[in-house]
């Protein structure tokens, strides 16, 4: 036989049909509670009926997060979910993601087609949201003058920094006149000069937080000049005013630690940041130090006056060079001058007198170096070391060599 199939293979395939269905995979399904039972596990099973028929359901409980009140019979409720076969068993069940009591049904349309219209509007463009301030000295809170938002608020501001102004506007965040009553709100502040403004209120259902989700109450964060955080309801509530805002905190209590800094640890930051400056500048200032020193060296060194100085040194040795130059010339001087008087005393007629020796001449001053030149009777003078001897000759005796 061609053609057959287990009956693991026909609901494998029957669950990949529901699988690739679109429609199937987010659906809103409307009904009345029936059979439904809170598992030990967590998971809730019940069925959903009308007048025409039932379909079986469960919501697992990771998904519990989804339901804000508990299940009863009989009770109109409107479930998210995707539709899909249990293989196991054959059939197919509504795996619940949200469940709505019914009433709060249309709110949940309404706000998905504002949320879907204000995004095509660029409401929620990151583009447009201003960034919280670092260091905040008044905070703007608008909330319910009673009732825990606020109290949290105080408390965890007073806490981090005791020293931020906290300005409450007492707002309705409930009922009638309550998006007008945030609107205002809003407003006034932003005209105080705050620099932050937190919007917020403490949980409940989808009717008790419509306010936040008011168109008005959009447009008027969208053009607030103030950056806003939105802080509405638990951690699991989403409003507009938390998409419009330019952030979302979530809860009361998370609002205040994200907007108000926590002084002492940023007074010990300022104080370690001041020691490091402190240690920097000393630094800087010993190293100009160093600079301002090496550069009065160098200008001592290249200063006019280094340099007259030089020249004036240099000057200075070349007098003394030349002092004992001409000092050494002059004793060389002096020693030759020396050798030559005693030389010319060698040869001086005075010193030869003074020996013992004579000079001779005749009346006309003829030297006479011989007996030769000599008549008896001639008339001579004698020139002697102590005086002059005048002579008349009378005999001339001449002495032969003995060669």
């Known amino acids: 036989m061609q053609n057959v199939y287990t009956v693991k293979q026909v609901n494998a395939y029957i669950k990949n049909m529901f699988t690739q269905d679109f429609m199937l995979n987010r659906i809103y399904v409307k009904g009345e509670v029936s059979n439904c039972k809170y598992h030990t ?29 508990r299940m009863q019979e009989g009770q109109q409720v ?15 069940q509504l795996y619940a993601k949200e469940i709505i009591l019914d009433g709060a049904g249309l709110l949940y349309e309404k706000f998905e087609k504002l949320k879907n219209e204000l995004e095509e509007m660029g409401f929620f463009a990151p583009e447009y949201k201003r960034p919280i301030p670092k260091y905040v000295k008044k905070v703007g809170i608008v909330t319910a003058p009673t009732g825990a938002a606020v109290r949290d608020i105080i408390n965890i501001s007073t806490r981090r920094n005791p020293y931020v102004q906290l300005i409450l506007y007492p707002a309705l965040v409930q009922g009638e006149g309550a998006a007008k009553s945030i609107v205002q709100g809003i407003k006034a502040l932003e005209h105080t000069g705050v620099d932050v403004i937190i ?8 009717e008790d937080l419509w306010a936040f989700n008011e168109e008005i109450v959009a447009r008027a964060i969208f053009d607030c000049t103030v950056p806003i955080i939105s802080a509405v309801g638990h951690e699991t509530d989403f409003t507009i005013a938390d998409y419009v805002a330019d952030l979302r905190a979530p809860t009361p209590s998370a609002a205040a630690e994200l907007a108000v800094y926590e002084y002492l640890v940023t007074s010990e930051s300022m104080k370690e940041y001041e020691r490091r400056m402190h240690h920097l500048m000393l630094q ?9 020193s090496q550069m009065e060296l160098k200008l001592k060194m290249t200063h006019p006056k280094q340099k007259l100085n030089e020249k004036r040194q240099r000057l200075a040795d070349f007098d003394q060079r030349i002092q004992r130059d001409f000092e050494r010339c002059l004793q060389d001087r002096k020693h030759k001058l020396a050798i030559y008087i005693e030389k010319m005393k060698g ?5 030869k007198l003074n020996s013992g020796y004579s000079y001779v001449e005749d009346l006309s ?31 001339i005796e001449e002495v032969t060599s003995n060669e």
């Open 41 to 69: 596990s967590g998971h809730i099973y019940f069925s959903l009926k009308d007048q025409s028929g039932t379909i079986a359901c469960v919501m697992f409980a990771g998904s519990r997060s989804g339901l804000s009140f």
């Open 284 to 292: 800087k200032i010993q190293m100009s130090r160093q600079s301002i």
């Open 199 to 206: 919007l917020g209120r403490g949980g409940g259902s989808i």
């Open 78 to 92: 409107i479930v998210l979910g995707s539709v899909s076969v249990y293989e196991r068993d054959g059939k197919y």
């Open 347 to 351: 040869l001086s007629p005075l010193m």
């Open 365 to 395: 001053h003829k030297n006479l170096k011989s007996v030769q030149q000599i008549r008896p009777e001639d008339k001579l003078r004698i020139y002697m070391a102590d005086g002059i001897v005048n002579a008349t000759v009378t005999e």
